[in-house]
T-cell receptor, first 113, second 115 residues
Framework: DQQVKQNSPSLSVQEGRISILNCDYT??????FLWYKKYPAEGPTFLIS???IKDKNEDGRFTVFLNKSAKHLSLHIVPSQPGDSAVYFC????????????WGAGTKLIIKP | EAEVAQSPRYKITEKSQAVAFWCDPI?????LYWYRQILGQGPELLVQ????????DSQLPKDRFSAERLKGVDSTLKIQPAELGDSAMYLC?????????????FGEGSWLTVV
């Protein structure tokens, strides 16, 4: 049973436009959510996170939105740049599970010039 | 900038052979993780250490996989015997305990191909 789902295996976006990556979760105990970015043959790099007490967190071009009632979060990248082409993983954790990360399968983002 | 060091970066081994991966976490990070990532999937936690003690190894295939962190610093993950299905990227990560999940830092990973 996948607790964290990224239903889009890939997404193609024009350079300069907004990229929106989506993530759904099923476990209502999750209270911390993270996005990681991964280039081929490299380890994931932490990008941005959000606590369940917030509904938005912004860091430069990256904004994460959390909709707890829908159990849905999204990562917005604006404007999209060629260097943003990578696989993006959504992960969730719960305090009562010692913050063990539960990962989605990832979405491959391709930024077209 | 401090990094999690892993070696080797790439390893090709024959089925039934033994293979080992090494990881040196960021200095001062007491928590160390080994993950496995298969292409098209998210990372899967194999084992988590707090200092030298195993905190969680519920997903570690203990018939062929072993992990140790004898002095609570660097760590080794061993597979013996390797099987074709073990081909994956093995990721080591570390974090300070008590600061929440956003402080997990990954190494560059070790690619394993079993032939």
């Amino acid at each position: 049973d996948q607790q964290v789902k990224q239903n889009s295996p890939s997404l193609s976006v024009q350079e300069g436009r907004i990229s929106i990556l989506n993530c759904d979760y099923t476990n209502s105990m999750f209270d911390y959510f993270l996005w990681y970015k991964k280039y081929p043959a490299e380890g994931p790099t932490f990008l941005i996170s959000i606590s369940s007490i917030k509904d938005k967190n912004e860091d430069g071009r990256f904004t994460v939105f959390l909709n707890k009632s829908a159990k849905h979060l999204s990562l917005h990248i604006v404007p999209s740049q060629p260097g943003d082409s990578a696989v993006y993983f959504c992960a969730a954790s719960a305090r009562d599970s010692n913050y063990q990360l539960i990962w989605g399968a990832g979405t491959k983002l391709i930024i077209k010039p | 900038e401090a990094e999690v060091a892993q070696s080797p970066r790439y390893k090709i081994t024959e089925k039934s052979q033994a293979v080992a991966f090494w990881c040196d976490p960021i200095s001062g990070h007491a928590t160390l993780y080994w993950y496995r990532q298969i292409l098209g999937q998210g990372p899967e936690l194999l084992v988590q250490f707090q200092d030298e003690s195993v905190v969680d190894d519920s997903q570690l295939p203990k018939d062929r996989f072993s992990a140790e962190r004898l002095k609570g610093v660097d760590s080794t993950l061993k597979i013996q015997p390797a099987e074709l299905g073990d081909s994956a990227m093995y990721l080591c990560a570390s974090s300070r305990p008590g600061q929440g999940a956003n402080t997990i830092y990954f190494g560059e990973g070790s690619w394993l191909t079993v032939v």
